[in-house]
Nanobody
Framework: QVQLVESGGGAVQAGGSLRLSCAAS????????MGWFRQAPGKEREGVAA????????YYADSVKGRFTISQDNAKNTLYLQMDSLKPEDTAMYYC??????????????????????WGQGTQVTVSS
């Protein structure tokens, strides 16, 4: 199993940038389908981006394509979400998640929270207009 800890959230103005980090510990020698999700008050948790850490199978929600970039640093066992051109509607709690199945990163499966088994505690992102 792997444990996840997010960081990097904060408050920014519209048009600004933030980089979220998700540090993994535990069984990091294996490859995982890892994703970023967000949940705004009163709304369902939605998938933002996902990728298979072994390579390939990257997913982005339409609402963030061209603005957000998911990446990883294997030496640091860390997953990142670079968020540029932030909008007020990006305001939410952001969560990192993982599952040990490559198939969960295929197509739009990476957007479904139910396909992931391990979650971090979340980091808040607030974008003001």
């Amino acid at each position: 199993q792997v444990q996840l800890v997010e960081s990097g959230g904060g408050a920014v103005q519209a048009g600004g940038s933030l980089r979220l980090s998700c540090a993994a510990s535990g069984r990091t020698s294996s490859s995982y389908c890892m994703g970023w999700f967000r949940q705004a008050p009163g709304k369902e948790r939605e998938g933002v981006a996902a990728r298979y850490t072994g390579g390939g199978n990257t997913y982005y929600a339409d609402s963030v394509k061209g603005r957000f970039t998911i990446s990883q640093d294997n030496a640091k066992n860390t997953l990142y979400l670079q968020m540029d051109s932030l909008k007020p509607e990006d305001t939410a709690m952001y969560y990192c998640a993982a599952v040990g199945l490559r198939s969960r990163c295929m197509g739009t499966k990476g957007a479904d929270p139910q396909n992931f088994s391990t979650w971090g505690q979340g980091t808040q992102v607030t974008v003001s207009s």
